[in-house]
C-alpha cells in the first residue's frame, strides 16, 4: 500500500512539473513577443527621446548636406550653419550632393548610419522629400530644410524650412527693374525685350520669378507683353548661360534686354551670354542673391558689367537659422514650419555698405 500511494504521489509530481513546463513555454512564448511587439512600437520614440535629451549635451554630429556644395551660397551658408553648430559644442560634416539624387541619398544614409545628432539639408531632387523625410524620422534623427523644403506631392511642407522670402524677393527685382526701365525711357520700344530664366522644378524658385512677372508687369503696364521671354534652367551658371542665350539668339531684333531670374547663378551666366553676344553694354541684369553680384562690382567696377542691381539675401541667416531651427527640434520644442528671410536691393553705389562683410 505504501509503495502504491508513492508511485501516486510520484506521478502526480511529474505530471504537475510536466504541466509546469508546458505552462512555462507558453507563457515565456507570449511574454516574449509582446515584449519585441513594444519594443518596436517603442523604437522611434526612444530615439527621438534620446535625441532631445542629447540637444542639451555637445559632442554630437549635425550633418549639413547641400544639393550644390561647390556653390558660393551653399558654402557660406555651411559655414553659417558651422559655426552655429560648433557654437553648442557639437562638429559638423558639410556635404556637397553635386546635384544628384544618388549621391545626396549616399549622404542621408551615411549620417543616419553615423548617428547624426541632426540634419540639415537642401535637397536636389523634391520628389525625393517623402522617402527622406521617412528615412530620418525612422532612425529618430531630426532633419530641417534649407532653402528647398522637403514636401509632399501636394506641395506641403513635410518638415520645417528655412529659407528666403521667396515672391516678396521677386517683387522687389521687378520693380526695381521696372523703375530702371521707366527712367531709361525704355518701355514700348520694340528693341526691348524682358527675360526673365525659371526653374519650374524647384518650389522655392517659382514664386521668385512670379514675384518679378506680377511687379514688373504692374509697374509697367504698357510693355509690350509680346516681348517678355522666359527661358528654364537648372540653377547653375552654365544652363543659365545656355538658357539665355539660346533666347538671345532666337530673338536679333532685341538690342536691349532686361534680366532677371530665379538665382544668382543664373543671371551671372545671363551676363556672360550679353558679353558674348555683344549686347552687354545696353544690357540690364539683376541678380538675385547678390553673392557673384559683388564680384561683378570688386572686380570690374559699375560701368564694366551689365549686372546693374541684385536683391540680397544673407547665406548666414539661413544658415543660422536652420540650425537654430533643429536644435529646437533637438531640444523638444515644436518650431514653425516656415521661416522666411528678407531682402534689400543692392546696387554698385550702396552695396557694401548694405552688405557689409558679405560684399568683401
Known sequence: MKKTKLGKLMALGMAVAIAGSLAACSVEGSSTLAADTTAASQTADTKTADAAAAGDNGGGIVYGIYK??????????????????????????????????????????????????????????????????????????PIVAADDALQDASGNKLVPWVGINAYVIGQANG???????????????????????????VSSCVPRAEGEYDQFTADCPDFAPDKIYKADYDGTTDKGNTAAASVI???????????????????????RALESA????????????????????????????????????????????SVE??????????????????????????????????AE
Not at 87 to 116: C, H, Q, W
Not at 326 to 343: C, H, K, M, N, R
Open 325 to 358: 531651427v533643429l536644435y529646437q527640434i533637438i531640444g523638444g520644442g515644436s518650431p514653425a514650419l516656415e521661416t522666411a528671410v528678407d531682402a534689400v536691393i543692392v546696387t554698385p553705389e550702396n552695396y557694401k555698405v548694405e552688405m557689409g562683410k558679405d
Open 249 to 271: 539668339t532666337a530673338h536679333p531684333e532685341i538690342k536691349r534686354w532686361l534680366v532677371t531670374g530665379a538665382n544668382e547663378e543664373g543671371t551671372i551666366g545671363a551676363c
Open 175 to 201: 520693380k526695381w527693374l521696372a523703375q530702371y526701365a521707366k527712367d531709361k525711357e525704355l518701355v514700348g520700344k520694340d528693341d526691348v525685350g524682358l527675360l526673365l530664366l525659371t526653374m519650374d522644378t
Open 278 to 321: 555683344g549686347l552687354d553694354k545696353e544690357a540690364c541684369v539683376v541678380g538675385l542673391g547678390g553673392y557673384m553680384a559683388k564680384d561683378e562690382w570688386n572686380t570690374k567696377g559699375a560701368e564694366g558689367t551689365c549686372m546693374k542691381a541684385a536683391a540680397y539675401f544673407s547665406s548666414q541667416s539661413v544658415g543660422e537659422g
Open 68 to 141: 550644390a556644395g561647390d556653390q558660393t551660397w551653399f558654402i557660406d551658408e555651411g559655414a553659417a550653419a558651422k559655426a552655429a553648430v560648433e557654437a553648442r559644442g557639437d562638429s559638423f560634416t558639410y556635404v556637397d550632393a553635386k546635384m544628384n539624387p544618388e549621391e545626396y541619398l549616399k549622404a542621408i544614409d551615411n549620417a543616419i548610419a553615423n548617428n547624426a545628432k541632426g540634419i540639415v539639408t537642401c535637397i536636389p531632387d523634391q520628389t525625393m522629400s517623402q522617402a527622406v523625410v521617412d528615412k530620418a524620422k525612422e532612425a529618430g534623427i
